[in-house]
Structure formats: structure tokens, C-alpha cells
């Protein structure tokens, strides 16, 4: 087991592509998907859902993560995830979706960002948000 993955990217990016379907996005008409893989192997999915009021939209992978931790999910069991949009390279996570992967997931945890032509680039939690904030800082 040890040094073998036990996901696809490529499999991982179609399921993240089926949720990407789902988006509600009537401003910018940008749809992504994401999908956390939890410490079982289930996914758990999400797509962005804009707002009029723009700010209070919500990205795929905030509500792919939210959405698992409310389904019993816990913090820092997630095995990898995936993230697609239509971009020219594989998307990346936007800096607030960076700081909610800092978290609720592990720094080594692998992320796939892929797009719909089929590039892919595999990094971590950690290298998209290097020297996060988190609760280790909030100890006195
Ligand atoms: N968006 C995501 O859902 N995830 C990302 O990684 C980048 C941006 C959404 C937010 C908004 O609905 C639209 O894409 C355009 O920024």
C-alpha cells in the first residue's frame, strides 16, 4: 500500500466534471467543479452557486468541503482532490478556497487541478498556501 495511490486523477477530474454540470452561474458563467475524497474512498462533490450580491458566492471547492464536513466528515481525513473548470491550464483553487483546504485537509494532501481539454497538474494543500494561518497559531 504504501507509495500507492489509491485514486486516478483522471477518474477523479470526470467525477469532478459531472458536478462542474451543476453549477449555478448566471454572472460569470464559469462553472467549476470539485470533489474531496474522504478517508473511505466516497466522494464528496461540489460546483460554484453565484450570488446577485456577488460576494456571497460560493466556489466548488468550498462547497464540495462544507459539504462534506456537514455530511460527518472530519477535518484531515480527505485523501485528495480534484478541481476542473474550462481554462486554458488545469484551474487553480482561488486564495479563499486555499485557506479552507488549510483547514479542513491535511498539508501534504494531493490536489488535482485539471481543465476540459484534459491537462492535469498534481501539487498539495501546503504548496498552494505555503505558511498558512491556522489553529496551531491561534494557541497561546
Ligand atoms: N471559482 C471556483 O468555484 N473555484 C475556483 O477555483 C476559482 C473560481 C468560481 C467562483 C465564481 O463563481 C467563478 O468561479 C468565477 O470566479
Redesign the pocket.
Known sequence: MTGQRQWDPIRLLEAAKEVYAKAY?PY?N?R?GAVFMDADGHLHAGC?V?NAAYSP?N???RTALFRAIADGRQPGEFQVAA?I?DTDSP????GV?RQVMAELCRPDMPVVMGNLRGDYRITTVEELLPGAFTNRDLRK
Open positions: 452561474v460569470s464559469f467549476v460554484n453565484e458566492t466556489c466548488a471547492e478541481v473548470g484551474i487553480t483553487p482561488c478556497c
